[in-house]
């Protein structure tokens, strides 16, 4: 008898490690699952893996988390738990699926990108290469640095922005400050993608620097 007391009292002790387990997992999916809306990004589905020993958990009932210096959306990451003037760090894995832009057939080194060549797959997002494109709009009419084979998750680091101004192309240069716009004329002296900055030097031989519109006039700000 004495020994079933004893393997009751076993069981019973583990459920309020069960509990509070399951409670610090659902605090922390929520705390993502609102990242995620304020950030932009989709993700199908989230899961949060709790890889810190119990006993190194925060104290209290309701810690607030933060995530110091981490930009990451998934993967290892680690997680700051504030208890009033008490702060551990938790390290998470977020296990996060979604969907990913591949290549729908083979692209060849130096070729712009049209919407044949990508398309969606559906999967585990932590597990992708760093800087994956998630959206078709990322790369439509990029260019690809190497060749791409059929079915490759594509980073961003494979493919770069068409030129919008080439090194010796005329350019118009709008210098805008408060309340007034000067546009002037000039020649590139650089490549250069939209939102990238390129010099440029004047028609008076003045050299300035300015960042590139989508439409290839060049801005500068006083």
């Known amino acids: 008898m004495r020994g079933v007391i004893c393997l009751l009292t076993a069981i019973l002790g583990l459920f309020p490690v069960l509990a509070s387990a399951g409670d610090l997992t659902a605090q922390l999916t929520q705390f993502f699952t609102t990242r995620y809306g304020e950030s932009g990004q989709r993700a199908d589905t989230l899961t949060v893996v709790v890889k810190t020993p119990q006993s190194q958990w925060p104290a209290c009932d309701n810690p607030q988390f933060s995530l110091p210096g981490n930009s990451r959306m998934w993967g290892n990451m680690s997680v700051a738990a504030s208890c009033d003037q008490n702060r551990r760090y938790l390290q998470v894995q977020l296990q996060v699926t979604g969907e990913y832009v591949v290549a729908a057939r083979a692209v060849r080194r130096g070729t712009p990108l049209t919407e044949a060549d990508i398309k969606l797959e559906h999967g585990r997002l932590d597990t992708l290469p760093a800087r994956t494109v998630m959206t078709a709009a990322e790369v439509t009419d990029a ?80």
């Open 143 to 222: 260019i690809a640095l190497r060749d791409i084979m059929p079915g490759q998750p594509l980073s961003l680091m494979m493919v770069r922005q068409p030129w919008r101004v080439k090194a010796g192309q005329n350019v118009t240069v709008t210098a805008r400050g408060e309340g007034f716009n000067i546009t002037s004329d000039g020649r590139a002296m650089n490549n250069a993608t939209a939102a990238q900055r390129v010099r440029v030097r004047m028609n008076n031989g003045q050299i300035v620097s300015g960042e590139v519109a989508p439409d290839g006039n060049i801005l500068i700000s006083l």
